[in-house]
Structures are given as C-alpha cells and as structure tokens.
C-alpha cells in the first residue's frame, strides 16, 4: 500500500489500532475502551441490528456531503463531523504513523480514500476474428437445439433416441448370446454328473463282487 485509512467499528476499537507500528497509517474508531460500540437500528423482521451507529454516521456522511469525484471534503471535515451524543461513544484517532502527523493528515482528501480510478486495458482488439466466429456458431446451434426442442410436443419429448434403440437391440443380441452360452455350460454339467453317478456305480459293483468272492 501507499497510504491507508483504517476504520474500525466494535466495541473498544480504539484499543486495536494503538499496536500499530507500520508507517502511512491514519487510523480511526468508534470507541474508546471499556466503551461499547451501539446499533442505529434493527431489523424487526429478521431480528438484528442493521448497522452500527459510528458507521451509520460515516456512511450518511459520504452519500450526502461528498457528491462528486471532484469532492474537495478532507478528514478533517469527516471527523469533524461526528456527534458523540448521537454515536453514544467517543471515536478516536491516531495521527503519529502518517507524514506529516495531524496536521498533514487532516488536509489529506476523503477522495484519496474514498475514490478510486481505475484503467481497463482492453486485449485482442483487432486481432484473430475467427476464434470468436467459431464461438458465436457453437453458441447459436446451442440456441436452435434449444428451440427445437421447445416446439416439440410432450410425448416427442417422451420418445427415446435412435441411438438407444440401437444399443438396446445390441444388448439384446449379446444377451442371446450369453443365454446359449449357458443352456451349453448347463448340459455339459449334466453329462459330467451322469459319468460321475457311473463311475461311483461300478466301483460298488466291483467292491461287492470282490467281499462275495471272499465269504466263499
């Protein structure tokens, strides 16, 4: 920063800005410590307090006496213009960090604070027209889809795309193939079980023969 205005609206707010150490620094606040910070009035629909008084009179200030960008109004009409019977606190000021000191900084603007110039550059001015071209078509198929649909009826609205169509029938030829694939996983298993039950069958028939022979 170059210079700064520092404000500050809370209860004892004058005790904040007296840590201050850095240079180019006007400081200011609403109260003094052990002082409380009071509202201006509340909102009796939502219940809250709208806007405390020390900014309630800062903000009348600047929207009634500083009426143009040419404003020669300076701090020390600001200042000047608190009421302590209307901010119910006493609002303080620190002049020491500034240049100057009270005096240098109570010539000093409302506009060098309040007021702010700033200059717009503007890029690619006269430069590729086709980028932006390109952006304008996208924009306007965007908008046509958009009609487009909005003239269609409810059950158009309603009624799928070809595309799905088309990935429901490839679906249902995979899913074909994959029901023919288990009925021959299926009778495959069967055989399987068959030859098993067999070969289980001999081997009792050969266990049986072999205990008979031996009882003779």
Not at 134 to 160: F, S
């Amino acid at each position: 920063y170059n210079e700064m205005l520092f404000m500050i609206d809370t209860c004892q707010a004058n005790t904040l800005y007296k840590h201050f150490y850095s240079p180019n620094i006007i400081a200011t606040g609403s109260s003094e410590i052990d002082q409380s910070s009071y509202s201006h009035h509340a909102d009796n629909d939502v219940g809250v307090a709208v806007i405390d008084r020390w900014t309630y009179y800062n903000l009348d200030f600047l929207e009634t006496q500083v009426t143009s960008p040419t404003s020669k109004l300076t701090l020390a009409d600001l200042f000047g213009s608190y009421d302590e019977s209307k901010i119910h606190s006493n609002p303080g000021y620190r002049w020491d960090l500034f240049p100057g000191g009270e005096e240098k900084g109570r010539e000093r603007l409302v506009m060098d604070f309040f007021g702010n110039v700033q200059g717009v550059e503007v890029e690619g001015v006269g430069g590729n027209e086709t980028e932006w071209k390109e952006d304008m078509k996208r924009l306007e198929g965007i908008i046509n889809r958009a009609r487009v649909r909005g003239n269609m009826t409810q059950e158009e609205k309603n009624q799928p795309p070809v595309e799905k169509e088309v990935v429901a029938q490839r679906s249902d030829v995979g899913k074909g193939k994959v029901e023919g694939a288990a009925k021959i996983e299926g009778a495959e298993a069967w055989g399987q079980r068959i030859l098993g039950a067999g070969a289980l069958l001999g081997c009792a028939l050969i266990w049986g023969g072999a205990s008979w022979l031996e009882s003779r």
